[in-house]
């Protein structure tokens, strides 16, 4: 009997341990499961996130969704958007449809008073369309109407619809400088604020269009890899519609604490998997952006600006049944913003994160980039200095780019220019320097604007940059 019990008493235990085991097994699968999910749930959500981001530095500065917020001078590192234009004059229109309703935008005809290259985006950042000089009117003029989700109402006649699957979303336009010269300035301001922000309801009696200058401002909307970004997430599932091709995500969501019409309050497990799951969002994205894109000359670091899909995805809100190019896209919204339905007809752009020698770029050494002559543009053309962390400006530094619209650029007797990057200008080439940090790595855009089809038939390329 004792030998029984004994027996029956072993075998109890064993059985225990082995739900035990089981059961933490079951919850190691778990961890494992929400983590990857929170990890997913960034690169998807990128974006949106980065959207709500400058909306939410656009309200910080005093603005509001319908104004439109505009920087009154040439950017400087106050402005720590991603990859920002410091060579040209930027104005920023918000909207919020599910409270307005649609809105309307006027652009007026490009002419000598100026002109814009203007881009009209979703919350997703997927394009509306391209406006100005270059954009669909090519520089006549045109009155949209953005239209929010489901509308079926009428339209008066002259206004072109542009239909948004979200209710929250904005237009981002360059007004561009002929020069950085104070008049020029002026008058870049000047025809900026001729374009006309306002609902649709009081289009019979338009009110007048109210502008910010923010020129002053603190602006940070680089991407915080940080619970914030959950809080971010939560917002766009709350106050927009699910997206037919983002319905997926709505189990994917639910596990690490954001569920639609629910409060946000993600309890410890959950936060722990978000906590883990954006470090390793973060690394890969770094290491993917850190292999670079294809190369846009051959034998060159100068490449696309993003990766193909991403770039075809976002201009035609993915309109090929069988791509998604989610991973592309969360890579190019961790360092860039905007999308545009043409590139390469208002501007093009070109991303150079390695030297000639295929380092990265060392703040304390000081290297050379040789800009040959007849640059294929209609426009204007730059190269601009970011922090290869932040992909912003380099906080402190006192320039950021250099162009072919800032007069005092010395050029060569063949007509190409030599453009410098370092802590400290060669003697007698200050002015096309552009400075950077010790103990800061950097990277570099080469800006093309009104790109003519020289640069596509590589009638003219652009050599590395070499260390000095």
């Known amino acids: 009997m004792l030998r029984l019990l004994f027996a029956l008493t072993i075998s109890l235990l064993s059985a225990g341990a082995a739900a035990a085991q ?46 439109i917020i505009y920087w009154g001078r040439p950017l400087d590192w106050h402005n720590q958007t991603l990859t920002p234009n410091p060579d040209t004059l930027y104005f920023m229109g918000f909207y919020d449809l599910g409270k307005s309703g649609p809105v309307v935008v006027e652009i007026p005809p490009a002419g000598d008073d ?14 509306l369309e391209d406006a100005g000089l270059l954009g669909i009117d090519k520089g006549a003029g045109v009155k949209f109407v953005i239209t929010p989700p489901g509308f079926e109402g009428k339209l008066p006649r002259g206004l072109q619809r542009l239909a948004a699957d979200t209710n929250t979303g904005y237009f981002l336009m360059r007004s561009n400088l002929r020069s950085h010269g104070e008049a020029d300035v002026e008058k870049s301001i000047a025809y900026g604020k001729r374009v006309r922000f306002y609902p649709l309801s009081e ?65 410890a497990a959950a936060r722990k998997a978000q906590e883990e799951g954006i470090a390793d969002a973060r690394a890969w994205l770094e290491a993917r952006y850190d ?21 075809q995805g976002q201009s035609t809100t993915y309109a090929e049944p069988d791509k998604y190019a989610v991973d592309a896209r969360g890579i190019g919204y961790s360092y860039a913003y905007i999308a545009i339905k043409r590139l390469g007809v208002g501007q093009f752009y070109l991303i150079n994160i390695k030297d000639k020698t295929g380092k990265s770029y060392d703040g304390a050494r000081a290297y050379k980039l040789h800009v040959p002559a007849d640059v ?23 320039r950021a780019s250099r162009a072919s619209n800032a007069a005092e650029i010395k050029k060569n007797a063949d007509g190409s220019v ?32 009104g790109p003519t089809q020289r640069l596509f038939d590589k009638a003219w390329t652009l050599a590395d940059v070499e260390p000095m």
Do not use: C
């Open 22 to 67: 089981d059961h933490s097994a079951a919850q190691e699968v778990e961890e494992r499961l929400a983590r990857s999910r929170a990890t997913e749930a960034v690169i998807w959500g990128m974006p949106a996130v980065n959207t709500l981001l400058m909306y939410d530095q656009m309200i910080a500065a005093g603005g509001k969704a319908g104004e």
């Open 114 to 127: 100026g002109s814009l290259n203007a881009n009209f985006v979703t919350l997703w950042q997927t394009s």
């Open 203 to 267: 289009a019979k009696a338009p009110p007048q269009t109210v502008y910010r200058d923010i020129k002053d401002a603190d602006f940070d909307s680089t991407i915080k890899y940080d619970p914030s970004f959950f809080t971010l997430l939560d917002r766009v599932v709350q106050s927009e519609p699910w997206l037919p091709r983002d319905r997926a995500m709505i189990d994917q969501l639910r596990s690490i604490g954001i569920e639609r019409g629910k409060p946000y309050a993600p309890d």
């Open 291 to 311: 292999a670079g894109f294809p190369a846009f000359f051959e034998g060159t670091h100068w490449t696309m600006p993003a990766l193909p899909d991403a770039v």
């Open 376 to 398: 294929p543009v209609k426009q204007y053309w730059s190269v601009t200095v970011y922090d290869r962390e932040t992909h912003a400006l380099l906080k402190g530094a006192d």
């Open 418 to 449: 030599d453009i410098y990057f370092g802590p400290k200008a060669p003697e007698g080439m200050e002015t096309n320097w552009v400075p950077t940090i010790p103990g800061r790595q950097f990277e570099l855009m080469f800006r093309l604007y």
